[in-house]
C-alpha cells in the first residue's frame, strides 16, 4: 500500500507528524484518571452531585473542552428519551460536542467525528449506584477524543473537526443515535466519516482473563502494537434494488466504511504509527455493536477503534478482588490502573493523523462509474470533479477481485475520465482525489452507468 501512497505525497507538504508529536501521554491518563473519579458514569445515576455521577462527569467534559481555547465551539446538547427495557422511566441525557470549524469555504461543510462514550457500568445493567469507574469502557475513548480536540483547537483543518462524548451507549447507544439522527449541532454538515473509540487503553488481559485459553504465539506483544478498525461492508439499507445492485457489482467488501477503514491503513503506513490498525471486516465485534453503528444505519461512513484482546474481568465487571486458579489474588473491575497510558497515546496519534489526512483532503470524487454504453476488453471511468480549489488531480485505484486491499493506481491528472487497459471483469476500480499538498481523499469504489 505505501508505494500507492507515495505517488501522491510531495516533500514541504504539511503532515500530520507535528500534530501527533503534540499527543500527551499524561493528558489522556490523566483524562481517563478524572473520568473514573466519579465513581459510577452510569447513564441513570447522579446528575446533581458535583463529584459523582454522570452529571458531574458531564459538566466536567464541558468545561475541559472549553479550556482548549476559542478554537473550539462546545455544545452540551440535551435531549429525551422514551421509555424502554434499559431505560424505564426514560431519561434526559446529554451528548457534549466540540466543533473545530473548518478553514476552507468550500470543505468547511464536510465534517469528520471522533467519537467516545463517556458514560460506563457494571455486571448489572441496571445498577446505577455501585461504582463503575469505566476506565477502558470507555474513559480511555472518552480520552482520545478530548486529546484530538486539544491538539486540533490552534491546528484548524481545511475541513470542520466534531468531537463527540456519548451518553447512553450502554444502555443501547442512545447518545449515537440521538447524534446520527437528530442532531442539532451535526445539521447543516456534512458527516463524512466517524472514527468511534470504545475500549481502546488495556492492550493485554490480565493472565486469570485468559487461563484455559490458547493464545496465537506473539500476539500478547503485538497487542500493544495493534488495534482492531471494525467496519461494515455492505450498507444498511431497506432498498432491495440497491441491494441488488451491490451484489451485481461485487461490491460487498466497499461501503463507505470499509473504504474509511482501509484509508486509515494507508495513513497509518504513511506516518509510521506505533500502533497500526488490524483491519477486521465485520461491522462490529461478534453479534455486538457501538456507538458507530447508528451512523451506518444513515449510510454514514463510520468505523469502531478496539483493543485486539478485550479484558472480561475488568470490562462490565463489579469492582472487587478474585482469586485465580494459580492462587493469586487480583483485582477485577474496569479501573483506571489498568489503562496502559503509552498505548492509549498511540492509539490517539493514530486517530489524530487520520483525522489530519482526512481534513485536509479534497471531498472524493462524486459519481464514480465504469461507462457500460459497450462491449469492450479495457475499462472507461467518469467521475464529477471534486469542489476544493486546491484540487491537483485523481487517482485510478484497482485490485483483483479477492483483494482486500488495493493494489494498485495511475495518475489521471485534472481529467474525470479515464480508460485504463484492464477488464472490468477481471478487477474492482475506484477513483480518489488529491490536492496540490499531496493530501488524498478515501477512494470511492466504481458503480455502472452508460454514460
Known sequence: MLALLACVFVMGAPTAGEAMKAVEPARVRGTVERLASFGTRHTLSETESEVRGIGAARRWLDAELRSYGGGVRVVSEAF?????????????????????????????????????????????????????????DDASGTAVALEVARVLADRPLEATVIVLCTAGEEQGLLGAKHAAEASEVLRGYEVMGVLSNDIVGDPVPAPAAREGAVVPRHALADARTRVRVFSEGMGRTGDVAAL????QLAGESDSPSRGLARFIAGVAEKEVTVVQPLLVFRPDRFLRGGDH?????????????????????????????????????????????????????????????????????????????????????????????????????????????????????????MATEVTIALSKDNYLFGVRAYDRDGFRSPAVFAGAAER
Not at 478553514?103 to 455486571?123: E, M
Not at 441488488?244 to 451484489?247: H, L, S, W
Not at 478474585?322 to 489498568?338: C, H, N, P, Q, S
Request: aromatic share 8%; no cysteine.
Open 293 to 413: 453503528l447508528p451512523f451506518n444505519e444513515r449510510g454514514i461512513a463510520a468505523v469502531r477503534f478496539t483493543t485486539v484482546y478485550e479484558d472480561y474481568s475488568r470490562q462490565h465487571a463489579d469492582v472487587g478482588e478474585e482469586v485465580g486458579a494459580d492462587g493469586v489474588t487480583r483485582k477485577v473491575g474496569d479501573l483506571a490502573e489498568f489503562v496502559d497510558a503509552e498505548y492509549l497515546a498511540e492509539v490517539t496519534r493514530l486517530n489524530v493523523a487520520a483525522v489530519v489526512h482526512l481534513a485536509s483532503a479534497p471531498s472524493v470524487p462524486r459519481d464514480v462509474r465504469v461507462v457500460t454504453a459497450g462491449l469492450a476488453t479495457d475499462t472507461t471511468l467518469r467521475w464529477s470533479a471534486s469542489p476544493e480549489g486546491d484540487v491537483a488531480g485523481y487517482e485510478v485505484v484497482w485490485r483483483e477481485t479477492t483483494a482486500a486491499d488495493w493494489e494498485h493506481s495511475t495518475d489521471a491528472g
Open 244 to 247: 441488488a445492485r451491490v451484489r
Open 80 to 136: 429525551d428519551v422514551p421509555r424502554s427495557a434499559r431505560v424505564p422511566e426514560g431519561a434526559h441525557l446529554v451528548n457534549v460536542y466540540a466543533v473545530i470549524e473548518g478553514t476552507d469555504q468550500a470543505a468547511r461543510k464536510r465534517a469528520y467525528l471522533v467519537v467516545g462514550h463517556y458514560d460506563s457500568r457494571v455486571a448489572g445493567t441496571m445498577d446505577a449506584a455501585s461504582d463503575a469507574p469505566g476506565a477502558n
